[in-house]
């Protein structure tokens, strides 16, 4: 079975900072990779996702995650945060032509703080 | 289109009540899915239908929970004899036939007191 392991549980940053969320997957056959982000008291988003084809996948807000097969990895980066990016960030799998259900990590809570 | 929605926002019941939510998802979307996320966890899947078959059922979903998608617009999850364990936030999703992403619902946050 598929496992979705997000390191950080709580991640604090500043204003215009860079931050780097990181997420790493298990699973014995090929996935497709997703982020989303969850605001207070709202439902998840879609972020961004990772299907085929380039492993730099890019959010239209400035988030982008790079997809690392070797690494089974899929870091969620932004080079500088706005307040406003202040979230839960969920990273999640689904098997690439078996199950339709999403598999999620913990989350990553992301304060960004003036 | 108005998204996914559920009703009620918030459910407060007494440990051994049944309650009863419902999904509405986006009209032309085959597929929905429900979710259980609990605090501090991501969410955790629980049933998803394509049309209104049942196609894929969690072991958390016990004989307690159940779920219908009648005539395979709207759903609702059933929780009988309900459990402090059960307090959680129900969220549902719905996405269209080959679809990658989910779009989900603000979700139900249930209270068993």
């Known amino acids: 079975a598929q496992s979705v392991t997000q390191l950080d549980s709580q991640v604090p940053v500043f204003e215009e900072a860079p931050v780097e969320l990181r997420c790493n997957y298990s699973s014995s056959v090929s996935v497709y990779l997703f982020w989303y982000v969850q605001y207070p008291n709202q439902g998840l988003q879609l972020l961004l996702k990772?299907?085929?084809?380039?492993?730099l996948v890019e959010s239209i807000n400035g988030f982008e995650a790079e997809f690392n097969k070797s690494q089974t990895s899929f870091h969620l980066r932004k080079p500088s945060v706005h307040i406003s990016d202040t979230a839960e960030y969920f990273c999640?799998?689904?098997?690439?032509?078996?199950?339709?259900?999403?598999?999620f990590g913990k989350g990553t809570k992301l304060t960004v703080n003036p | 289109d108005t998204g996914v929605s559920q009703n009620p926002r918030h459910k407060i019941t007494k440990r051994g009540q049944n309650v009863t939510f419902r999904c509405d998802p986006i009209?032309?979307?085959?597929?929905l899915y429900w979710y259980r996320q609990t605090l501090g966890q991501g969410p955790e899947f629980l049933t998803y239908?394509?049309?209104?078959?049942?196609?894929?059922k969690s072991r958390l979903l016990s004989d307690r929970f159940s779920a219908e998608r009648p005539k395979g617009s709207f759903s609702t999850l059933e929780i009988q004899r309900t459990e402090q364990g059960d307090s959680a936030m129900y969220l549902c999703?719905?996405?269209?036939?080959?679809?990658?992403?989910?779009?989900f619902g603000s979700g139900t946050r249930l209270t068993v007191v």
């Open positions: 009209s032309e979307h085959n597929r």
């Open positions: 239908f394509q049309n209104e078959a049942q196609l894929e």
């Open positions: 990772y299907l085929s084809g380039s492993t």
């Open positions: 999703a719905s996405s269209p036939l080959g679809g990658y992403g989910y779009t």
């Open positions: 999640a799998v689904r098997l690439q032509g078996g199950s339709e259900k999403l598999v």
